[in-house]
T-cell receptor
Framework: DQQVKQNSPSLSVQEGRISILNCDYT??????FLWYKKYPAEGPTFLIS?????DKNEDGRFTVFLNKSAKHLSLHIVPSQPGDSAVYFC????????????FGAGTRLFVKA | DAGVIQSPRHEVTEMGQEVTLRCKPI?????LFWYRQTMMRGLELLIY????????DSGMPEDRFSAKMPNASFSTLKIQPSEPRDSAVYFC????????????FGDGTRLSIL
């Protein structure tokens, strides 16, 4: 069973426009949500996170929104840049039983110049 | 600061052989994770350790897979015997203690079983 779902395998956006990556989850016990970015031949790197007690967290061009009632979160990148082209993983953790983190399958973002 | 170090970066071996993947976590991190990335399943958690103790190995696909963490600075993931369907990229990650601590990943080992 997939507890964290990223239903869009890929997304293409023009440079300078907004990129919106979506993620849905099923486990209401998740209390932290994270986004990671991955370039080819490298490991994922942490991008931004949000606690379940918040509904928005912003860091420069990156903003994560959390809608707990819908069990949905999204990552907004604005403005998008060609260097943002990568695979983005949504992840969720439930710290009640340790620090297990569940990852989604990833969304490949293409930012066209 | 050195990040998470994985070796080897690439491994090509024949079916039936034993494969050992190695990981050195970031110093001071007390949680260590092994993941496998495939096209079909994305990034799936195999096992994770906290303070060198395995906490959850429910993601380990079969008894052919085993993982150890003999000390805070070293972990291995072993596959014996290996099969072609084990071909994937295997990542190791480590993190500090506390809620929401992000994981730091190594660059992975690309494993090909012929």
């Amino acid at each position: 069973d997939q507890q964290v779902k990223q239903n869009s395998p890929s997304l293409s956006v023009q440079e300078g426009r907004i990129s919106i990556l979506n993620c849905d989850y099923t486990n209401s016990m998740f209390d932290y949500f994270l986004w990671y970015k991955k370039y080819p031949a490298e490991g994922p790197t942490f991008l931004i996170s949000i606690s379940s007690i918040k509904d928005k967290n912003e860091d420069g061009r990156f903003t994560v929104f959390l809608n707990k009632s819908a069990k949905h979160l999204s990552l907004h990148i604005v403005p998008s840049q060609p260097g943002d082209s990568a695979v983005y993983f949504c992840a969720a953790s439930d710290n009640t039983g340790g620090f297990k983190t569940i990852f989604g399958a990833g969304t490949r973002l293409f930012v066209k110049a | 600061d050195a990040g998470v170090i994985q070796s080897p970066r690439h491994e090509v071996t024949e079916m039936g052989q034993e494969v050992t993947l190695r990981c050195k976590p970031i110093s001071g991190h007390n949680s260590l994770f092994w993941y496998r990335q495939t096209m079909m399943r994305g990034l799936e958690l195999l096992i994770y350790f906290n303070n060198n103790v395995p906490i959850d190995d429910s993601g380990m696909p079969e008894d052919r897979f085993s993982a150890k963490m003999p000390n805070a600075s070293f972990s291995t993931l072993k596959i014996q015997p290996s099969e072609p369907r084990d071909s994937a990229v295997y990542f190791c990650a480590s993190s500090g203690t506390g809620e929401g601590q992000p994981q730091h990943f190594g660059d992975g080992t690309r494993l090909s079983i012929l």
